[in-house]
């Protein structure tokens, strides 16, 4: 039987640009795992944090961003690790910054672009992102959306 955990995060960015929503992906740097690879904002929870303090910590040392509104989003997403025999669960958060916002790498990542949801979703690898990404744009545009996003103040 596979070992259960949570213990990362992931994180998606967006900012309104001229009405239109635009995500922000960050680009693996060649020496990390998965070297570049497109993804969100992700890392590990440390002991002391809840994950929604992990994903506030992320998004300033990956981006040296400040989200404006910060969002739990209805999806869990998981991957499985043979080499560990684990499955992985990670709850997923959005984060809204301004639209003049300058993004400032960390280390870890080589490159970022601000694309469409569709752009977007041809860069992530996994389809549990991309999931994430069909959710949160179903949210963001219909009034009458039945998700319900549980807003943490920040």
């Given amino acids: ?3 259960l955990i949570s213990n990362m995060i992931e994180v998606h960015i967006f ?6 929503i635009e995500f922000l992906l ?3 740097s060649e020496k990390e795992i998965y070297p570049g ?8 929870i440390k002991k002391s944090e809840k994950a929604y303090q992990t994903a506030l910590r992320e998004i300033n040392e990956e981006t040296n961003l400040k989200p404006i509104k910060f969002w739990v989003v ?5 991957f499985y690790l043979p080499q560990k025999d684990s499955v992985t669960f990670l709850p997923v958060f959005l984060a809204q910054v301004i639209k003049q ?3 400032k790498l960390s280390n870890e990542h080589s490159d970022y672009r601000w694309l469409s949801a569709k752009e977007a979703k041809k860069l992530l690898a996994w389809s ?3 999931r994430s990404v069909d959710i949160i744009i179903k949210y963001l545009t219909e009034k009458k959306s039945y998700l319900n996003f549980v807003e943490i103040k920040i």
């Fill in 1 to 3: 039987m596979p070992k």
């Fill in 15 to 20: 900012k309104m640009s001229e009405n239109k």
């Fill in 26 to 28: 960050l680009k693996r």
């Fill in 37 to 44: 690879l497109w993804q969100m904002v992700s890392g590990k």
């Fill in 74 to 78: 209805p999806n869990i997403n998981s």
């Fill in 101 to 103: 916002s300058e993004v």
């Fill in 128 to 130: 549990g992102q991309r």
